[in-house]
């Protein structure tokens, strides 16, 4: 592959799973620790934003660098191409989007 590697890390974040992109992984100078860093997220340049993918950013957006406990880290796997960044319920495994989709009932009086 020419160019930088490029890695998707699985790994688990207060009972989610989350998926997301980085160009760099390795051991960390932490002991028990991987350390990610360079994240890659969407440019954001088009209409459609990604609200999981926003979240992401936000809650990511001041880190250089990751330090993930290495029981945490579900898998690492080296990528051609950037997909979805995505948050999972660790049970069900089902996406978790950062607000409801519709909106809540309202009983009437």
């Excluded at 992984?25 to 459609?48: A, K, P, R, Y």
């Excluded at 690492?76 to 948050?87: D, F, Q, S």
Aim: charged share 30%.
């Amino acid at each position: 592959m020419a160019g930088k590697a490029l890695y998707k890390v699985i790994f688990l974040n207060h009972g989610r799973v989350y998926e997301l992109f980085s160009e760099s992984v390795g051991s960390s100078g932490l002991w028990g620790f991987i350390e990610v860093s360079e994240l890659v997220f969407e440019t954001g340049e088009g209409l459609v934003v990604d609200p999981t993918e926003e979240k992401m950013r936000q809650e990511f957006a001041g880190a250089k660098v990751l330090h993930l406990p290495i029981q945490s880290v579900l898998r690492i796997e080296e990528v051609e191409k950037r997909g979805k960044c995505l948050i999972r319920d660790r049970e069900s495994g089902e996406k978790v989007t950062p607000f409801p989709l519709s909106p809540p009932n309202r009983s009437q009086s």
